[in-house]
């Protein structure tokens, strides 16, 4: 009984700064607090000591993902379409980021980076990473632009890059691995967050191809939580590539009713025949993730 009362508080602490209306809640019981020290890890939880949080923002069809680090650092990867500005700058305001120390456009697609140039506006960015991909969009325009009058410069997102290393907290980027693609998807930055025992792999739109050559380069992407590549288009999701990452949970972002019918119902049917537990934004809303680096609990919108 104390463990599950330890849980159901960690959750309430978890949820407590700038996610009200989150329910919904799954994961595991059995943090390891004991039940005398709870009040004590309240103020600590609070302040994201020993927390790790992944935010899934529900900007339609299209991605964007805050990471806030136990260390207290924030990166942001993707920031939605050119019209999702107001939604992320706000949740992010909400969840007091008033510096993005790493920010992360995966690939120029607009859905992913459209406005990635509002938020560089509005808040301090340490870094800032992007592959070697190059489109002549308005959209892409406007984020070097950002970038420029900032005056930052953008570091190339490629296999090996590492973006934090902190004891047993980490996040580097596994993909791309090559140095050209045909087309954008496959340059997308593919991210995999550790903390202690707990891993997210962020697969951006990367497709089959880069899935093929993450395995062929020995990486390890073995995550309990894995979020979806190309928004659960039948063009990623492999069935190599989701038996090796293993995932307890799959997180897919996609607008509801989108023109591209994502997810996929070939994706679908392989997520479910593997046993792993689905979270689509068109249906749970923004969706949030938290872990002490053993334990994991979620929480949705809807």
Not at 114 to 143: H, N, Q, W
Not at 246 to 273: E, R
């Given at each position: 009984?104390?463990?599950?009362?330890?849980?159901?508080?960690?959750?309430?602490?978890?949820?407590?700064?700038?996610?009200?209306?989150?329910?919904?809640?799954?994961?595991?019981?059995?943090?390891?607090?004991?039940?005398?020290?709870?009040?004590?890890?309240?103020?600590?939880?609070?302040?994201?000591?020993?927390?790790?949080?992944?935010?899934?923002?529900?900007?339609?069809?299209?991605?964007?993902?805050?990471?806030?680090?136990?260390?207290?650092?924030?990166?942001?990867?993707?920031?939605?379409?050119?019209?999702?500005?107001?939604?992320?700058?706000?949740?992010?305001?909400?969840?007091?980021?008033?510096?993005?120390?790493?920010?992360?456009?995966?690939?120029?697609?607009?859905?992913?980076?459209?406005?990635?140039?509002?938020?560089?506006?509005?808040?301090?960015?340490?870094?800032?990473?992007?592959?070697?991909?190059?489109?002549?969009?308005?959209?892409?325009?406007?984020?070097?632009?950002?970038?420029?009058?900032?005056?930052?410069?953008?570091?190339?997102?490629?296999?090996?890059?590492?973006?934090?290393?902190?004891?047993?907290l980490f996040a580097k980027i596994i993909a791309p691995c090559g140095p050209?693609?045909?087309?954008?998807?496959?340059?997308?930055?593919?991210?995999?967050?550790?903390?202690?025992?707990?891993?997210?792999?962020?697969?951006?739109?990367?497709?089959?191809?880069?899935?093929?050559?993450?395995?062929?380069?020995?990486?390890?992407?073995?995550?309990?939580?894995?979020?979806?590549?190309?928004?659960?288009?039948?063009?990623?999701?492999?069935?190599?590539?989701?038996?090796?990452?293993?995932?307890?949970?799959?997180?897919?972002?996609?607008?509801?009713?989108?023109?591209?019918?994502?997810?996929?119902q070939v994706t679908l049917d392989k997520l479910s025949k593997a046993g792993?537990?689905?979270?689509?934004?068109?249906?749970?809303?923004?969706?949030?993730?938290?872990?002490?680096?053993?334990?994991?609990?979620?929480?949705?919108?809807?």
């Amino acid at each position: 009984m104390k463990r599950l009362i330890v849980f159901f508080l960690f959750i309430a602490l978890l949820f407590s700064s700038g996610c009200a209306g989150l329910k919904n809640l799954g994961g595991k019981e059995g943090l390891k607090e004991e039940a005398s020290s709870a009040a004590q890890g309240a103020a600590g939880l609070a302040r994201r000591t020993d927390t790790l949080r992944v935010h899934f923002l529900d900007v339609g069809q299209g991605d964007s993902i805050l990471v806030q680090f136990p260390n207290g650092r924030n990166m942001l990867v993707d920031a939605g379409k050119n019209d999702s500005a107001s939604t992320v700058i706000s949740y992010l305001k909400k969840n007091r980021v008033k510096k993005i120390d790493y920010l992360v456009g995966t690939h120029p697609h607009e859905d992913h980076i459209g406005s990635l140039d509002a938020v560089i506006k509005s808040f301090e960015i340490g870094e800032i990473f992007m592959p070697k991909a190059v489109t002549g969009t308005e959209s892409f325009r406007d984020v070097l632009a950002a970038v420029k009058n900032k005056g930052l410069q953008i570091k190339t997102a490629k296999a090996g890059v590492s973006i934090l290393e902190d004891g047993n907290l980490f996040a580097k980027i596994i993909a791309p691995c090559g140095p050209e693609y045909e087309g954008l998807n496959n340059y997308s930055a593919v991210i995999k967050v550790e903390y202690g025992d707990v891993a997210f792999l962020l697969a951006g739109d990367a497709e089959e191809l880069s899935e093929k050559e993450i395995l062929a380069g020995g990486a390890d992407v073995k995550a309990q939580v894995l979020k979806v590549g190309h928004h659960g288009s039948h063009s990623s999701t492999s069935t190599e590539f989701l038996k090796a990452v293993a995932p307890k949970y799959a997180v897919i972002s996609a607008g509801a009713g989108n023109d591209y019918h994502h997810p996929h119902q070939v994706t679908l049917d392989k997520l479910s025949k593997a046993g792993v537990t689905v979270l689509r934004t068109d249906e749970k809303g923004t969706i949030v993730f938290g872990t002490d680096g053993k334990d994991l609990a979620f929480a949705t919108t809807k």
